[in-house]
């Protein structure tokens, strides 16, 4: 799948991300943006059929994922700092706040595990 048709797939999603973890018109929660976002990667990673993409696609989505978490999150960010962020005292802090079920959690921390190599520090 080329670039644009990746793009095109994923921007309704994260626009609604932005939507969702917009605090005011000009500030974004970028806790709870790191979750969806993590979350979004694990479930593409986990089923990519799923999301209509093959496995030769995730490399693709990854880069764009990766552009808009720089975007949000600031500069050198990428789905493994937000995979970071999850597997610190202050993620997990975040997702208690943030009400995420156990199970969600369950989810990103293995992805966590896998992704970082290095167990969660909850």
């Known amino acids: 799948m080329e670039l644009e048709e990746i793009q095109e797939r994923f921007t309704p999603v994260i626009e609604e991300i932005l939507d969702l973890c917009k605090i005011t018109d000009d500030l ?63 993620g997990d802090e975040s997702m208690a706040r943030q009400q995420v079920t156990q199970r969600h959690r369950d989810f990103l921390y293995y992805f966590a595990r896998l992704i970082l190599g290095r167990e969660v520090e909850t």
Request: hydrophobic share 35%.
């Open 28 to 90: 974004l929660d970028k806790e709870k943006f790191q979750v969806y976002m993590a979350t979004i990667w694990g479930n593409a990673v986990l089923e990519p059929t799923k999301s209509g993409l093959t496995e030769s696609d995730l490399e693709t989505l990854h880069d764009v994922l990766n552009e808009e978490i720089e975007t949000v999150v600031g500069k050198g960010s990428t789905i493994t700092s937000c995979y970071g962020f999850i597997a610190s005292k202050k």
